[in-house]
């Protein structure tokens, strides 16, 4: 009698552990007793449709309801982390769009493999009509007093090569930055190759320079990029600007930022091994002009963080972000778009000093189509 009675105990707390994962969702959608950490990564959430005969007779309520509840019920955060982490453990599968885990457990974005890989090189000759409508822009500005600097950031498959997966090959020549730096370089071309700056100061950077588990520069690397790129702008200004004074540099193996964007992107259940990170933390020592130069920048996400700390607001006081030359972000006001301006060439030219900065992975896009806007008008 004992074994069907273990049997019958086995089915009756099987039986009670589904009922309780079905009522789970519910319970946490009204009374809210977990504490569950929001989803990483951009979210687009269906609003709550309104209930009205029209929308009912159209079925939008009916479709919108069915779209609010997927994306609003309880516990959802956990679940679809839970999927994520079956997926990931049982065949090996990520659920992120387009991330990679390369050699020991360093993560990649797709887009900086094909770049570090060669895979999607240009050509010279595509690189040198890019540059060729750049030097005139460039050219364009100095008559006006007016000042252009080209900044390369570093992508993190060429910075760890050697970490790559293996069905990706790193290529030291045929790939786009080197073609590039190269152009810039002969078309006089004011630049900052940051990228090369970074790899060559790897073997001896006291603090690492990209993250294990993010795709941008370290919090460490970015304060050297940001200290580094303000003196530039001053020089090639001749107008000094605020600077970083740093104060202390603090070790976390807890990592903050934007330092494991990626793996939080991922939305596992489980943390990922990383590296100790070094956060610096500074001081921004201002000088008082009214003569202030104005910066404009034109780029991708690699500026976002010194954006973020305020940089604009603080250093370059009165400048403007054009993300990705499609959206303009200015401190404390609406975000625009860069379709919207009247006349492109002369909303660039307000500005005294002009920094086109962008990754390895974005050098297929060069300039985000800045060269074209200015040359048309």
């Given at each position: 009698m004992a074994a069907p009675q273990l049997h019958t105990r086995i089915k009756k707390a099987l039986f009670i552990v589904a009922l309780a994962m079905l009522l789970l969702p519910w319970l946490e959608q009204n009374e809210h007793f977990l504490k569950l950490a929001p989803l990483g990564?951009?979210?687009?959430?269906?609003?709550?449709?309104?209930?009205?005969?029209?929308?009912w007779k159209s079925t939008t309520f009916q479709e919108g309801q069915q779209a609010y509840v997927r994306d609003h019920f309880g516990a959802r955060?956990?679940?679809?982390?839970?999927?994520?982490?079956?997926?990931?453990?049982?065949?090996?599968?990520?659920?992120?769009?387009g991330v990679i885990?390369?050699?020991?457990?360093y993560l990649f974005e797709e887009n900086y493999l094909?770049?570090?890989?060669?895979?999607?090189?240009?050509?010279?000759?595509?690189?040198?009509?890019?540059?060729a409508q750049l030097q005139q822009i460039e050219q364009s500005l100095q008559q006006k007093g007016k000042h252009l600097l080209v900044c390369l950031a570093p992508?993190?498959?060429?910075?760890?090569?050697?970490?790559?997966?293996?069905?990706?090959?790193?290529?030291?020549?045929?790939?786009?930055?080197?073609?590039?730096?190269?152009?810039?370089?002969?078309?006089?071309?004011?630049?900052?190759?940051?990228?090369?700056?970074?790899?060559a100061m790897k073997p001896s950077a006291p603090y690492p320079l990209f993250p294990k588990n993010g795709?941008?520069?370290?919090?460490?690397?970015?304060?050297?990029?940001?200290?580094?790129?303000?003196?530039?702008?001053?020089?090639?200004?001749?107008?000094p600007f605020a600077r970083l004074a740093l104060q202390r540099i603090e070790t976390s193996t807890q990592l903050r930022d934007r330092d494991e964007d990626i793996e939080l992107g991922m939305n596992l259940l489980r943390n990922l091994p990383d590296f100790q990170m070094a956060y610096p933390k500074f001081e921004i020592v201002k000088k008082i002009d009214k003569k202030a130069k104005r910066v404009l920048v034109i780029g991708d996400s690699f500026f976002y963080g010194m954006y973020n700390w305020g940089i604009m607001e603080q250093v370059f006081a009165d400048g403007q972000f054009w993300y990705y030359n499609n959206e303009i972000l200015v401190p404390k006001a609406q975000t625009r778009l860069v379709e919207t301006l009247p006349h492109y060439r002369r909303e660039v030219e307000k500005f005294d000093v002009v920094i086109l900065l962008l990754t390895e992975a974005n050098l297929p896009r060069f300039g985000f189509g800045m060269q074209q806007a200015y040359l048309r008008e």
């Open positions: 990564g951009a979210q687009q959430l269906a609003p709550n449709v309104a209930f009205s005969a029209q929308n955060s956990f679940f679809i982390r839970l999927y994520n982490e079956l997926n990931d453990q049982l065949f090996g599968e990520f659920k992120a769009n885990r390369g050699k020991d457990g094909l770049a570090a890989s060669g895979k999607d090189f240009l050509g010279a000759d595509s690189i040198g009509v890019l540059i992508g993190k498959g060429s910075f760890f090569p050697q970490k790559m997966p293996s069905s990706y090959r790193y290529e030291k020549q045929l790939r786009n930055h080197p073609y590039f730096a190269k152009a810039l370089q002969e078309a006089k071309i004011p630049l900052f190759d940051i990228q090369s700056w970074f790899e795709i941008h520069w370290s919090s460490y690397g970015e304060y050297l990029v940001a200290d580094s790129l303000i003196r530039r702008v001053g020089h090639l200004s001749k107008h």
